[in-house]
């Protein structure tokens, strides 16, 4: 029988992600300079990019935002946006092209003009009112409006996993490690989390059904889905018998969110007890517009 909602639990902590950009940009300046010829071209767990596409799609993106967000610059859309699907599909032909522009640009040019945007980037999300409405909203979550507290937060797991990639890509010269201290690693997980009351929509149960998600190395962390009323709600901890549990460690999880682990690899990866439907939906939920 499912366990009823634990006092344990606890509401998630407002998410705080705006100070980290400063210092996880100078960890990829460090990283970029530090490649050599080969390593610009070695390929990442993001599809057909290389090394050097990924940094090319990091400085695309920043520019973007910057334009759009930061200076009111009208994107250029071709046909309509009103789906997540239209959206997926804009998102996919901006990141192309910023990709494909990339190639004109040398390594160091490359790691030059991050150096800059990184920097104009950082500024501006402090500037932000964490509070006041997002001009684009965290579609992966499925919210139709977003804070900038959120957006935000997703623009570091950006950065964080992009990042990562490179430093996967690379081998231990990468040093992964870095991006897996707590510092880095929590705001992630804290923010890719939010995922999981969307990824669990379709997803019926009895009320008090619960389902915990740990983190099994350091630091240990646990989050927990509950089944209130007609919708899931999501906490910080671990119900004390909870319907569903599965435990995970660091690299597994955020290659999971970040659609770096692949389903039928899940099961593997991962440390999972209990019913099937409430295992499977964790493992298609993914923290990125795919």
Do not use: C
């Amino acid at each position: 029988m499912p366990n009823v909602y634990m006092p344990a639990l606890a509401p998630l902590a407002p998410l705080d992600t705006a100070p980290l950009f400063p210092d996880l940009h100078a960890e990829l300046l460090a990283l970029l300079r530090a490649l050599n010829p080969a390593d610009w071209e070695r390929p990442t767990v993001a599809g057909a990019w290389r090394v050097r596409d990924v940094a090319a799609h990091l400085l695309d993106g920043e520019l973007r935002v910057l334009a759009a967000h930061r200076d009111g610059h009208v994107l250029p859309v071709e046909g309509p946006v009103a789906t997540y699907d239209e959206i997926v599909a804009l998102i996919q032909r901006l990141n192309a092209g910023g990709v494909a522009f990339g190639t004109r640009l040398s390594p160091r040019l490359l790691t030059d003009l991050l150096e800059v945007t990184g920097r104009w980037m950082s500024a501006f999300v402090a500037s932000l009112d964490p509070d006041a409405p997002a001009l684009f909203a965290v579609a992966w979550a499925g919210e139709a409006q977003s804070d900038n507290r959120f957006d935000t937060a997703r623009e570091y797991t950006e950065r964080w996993h992009h990042q990562m990639q490179i430093r996967s890509a690379v081998g231990e010269r990468g040093q992964p490690a870095v991006l897996l201290a707590p510092k880095y690693l929590v705001p992630l997980l804290e923010t890719s989390v939010r995922v999981l009351p969307h990824a669990y929509r379709a997803v019926s149960a009895a009320e008090g059904t619960t389902v915990t998600l740990g983190l099994t190395s350091d630091p240990p962390r646990a989050w927990t889905l509950s089944r209130e009323g007609a919708s899931w709600r999501l906490y910080s901890g671990e119900a004390a018998q909870p319907t569903a549990r599965v435990m995970a460690e660091s690299d597994a999880l955020w290659r999971l969110f970040f659609n770096a682990l692949p389903v039928g690899d899940a099961g593997q990866a991962l440390a999972v007890d209990g019913p099937q439907e409430l295992i499977t939906p964790l493992f298609h939920a993914r923290s990125v517009m795919v």
